[in-house]
């Protein structure tokens, strides 16, 4: 038996468009840290990325394979996304197919 969902709960679902961005001023703060503070603060954050892969699957079991699907993508193309998709789409619906995928990125790698 399937369960229509009402457009209220379909929405949780839905990714933001576009994509919710917030731009972290850490500059100033970093320069006023000691060196030592300095050298705290990058081992941590390499520590945060080295904890990417842990969070994802965490999170789902396809996380991970999302996740990697995404840095080949990067790597192919150099890490010019909109540049490829163009190269590749001449078709007005296929670029806002790209349009899409590539918000899907971006929220995905939050």
């Known amino acids: 038996m399937a369960h229509k969902l009402d457009n209220a709960i379909l929405k ?3 990714a933001d468009d576009p ?3 917030v731009l972290l001023g850490i500059k100033p703060h970093f320069e006023a ?3 030592k503070e300095k ?3 990058h081992y941590i954050s390499m520590a945060s990325l ?3 892969r842990i969070n994802l699957r965490q999170m789902s079991h396809e996380s991970e394979a999302i996740y990697d699907f995404i840095l080949a993508l990067h790597r192919s193309c150099y890490g010019t996304f909109a540049l490829a ?3 590749a789409v001449d078709d007005q619906c296929l670029h806002s197919v790209a349009n899409v995928h590539l ?3 971006c929220t995905y790698s939050r």
């Open 12 to 14: 949780q679902y839905l």
């Open 103 to 105: 918000v899907y990125m």
């Open 85 to 87: 998709f163009v190269r």
């Open 19 to 21: 994509p919710t961005v």
């Open 50 to 52: 080295s904890g990417t």
């Open 33 to 35: 840290l000691s060196d």
């Open 39 to 41: 050298k705290y603060a």
